[in-house]
């Protein structure tokens, strides 16, 4: 069973950075997508970032040229340097690891084998 724990969250204003990590105990066997996802309140999760099996980046148009994810296979972790950040990208932030046949390209399309991080927040101030 993978686990992850997020860390690096925290409040700041517009147009400051903040890096997220997410610990990751293992990877699905045979190869998996790593993605990072955001709910704000009130609204649905939604994709920020992701790899896909080969480590090829993808993101959602709203981060592109901001937001850069990366991977450290050694270390079992997943980051997310978040640069140039908005109000609009305040959410708590979920770190996903899912087995690569429920994987299209960087983002999972189902769900039901996807591992979850509790989460952490970002709050970003005008």
């Known amino acids: 069973q993978v686990q992850l724990v997020e860390s690096g969250g925290g409040s700041v204003q517009a147009g400051g950075s903040l890096r997220l990590s997410c610990a990751a105990s293992s990877y699905p066997t045979g190869g998996s997508c790593m993605a990072w996802f955001r709910q704000a309140p009130g609204r649905e999760r939604e994709r920020v970032a992701g790899l896909d099996v080969y480590r090829r980046a993808g993101y959602a148009d709203s981060v592109k040229g901001r937001f850069t994810i990366s991977i450290d296979n050694g270390k079992n972790n997943l980051y997310l340097q978040m640069d140039s950040l908005k109000p609009e990208d305040t959410a708590m932030y979920y770190c996903?690891?899912?087995?690569?046949?429920?994987?299209?390209?960087?983002?999972?399309?189902?769900?039901?084998?996807?591992?979850w991080g509790q989460g952490t927040q970002v709050t970003v101030s005008s």
């Open positions: 996903a690891a899912t087995p690569r046949l429920s994987c299209s390209g960087a983002f999972p399309y189902r769900f039901e084998n996807t591992a």
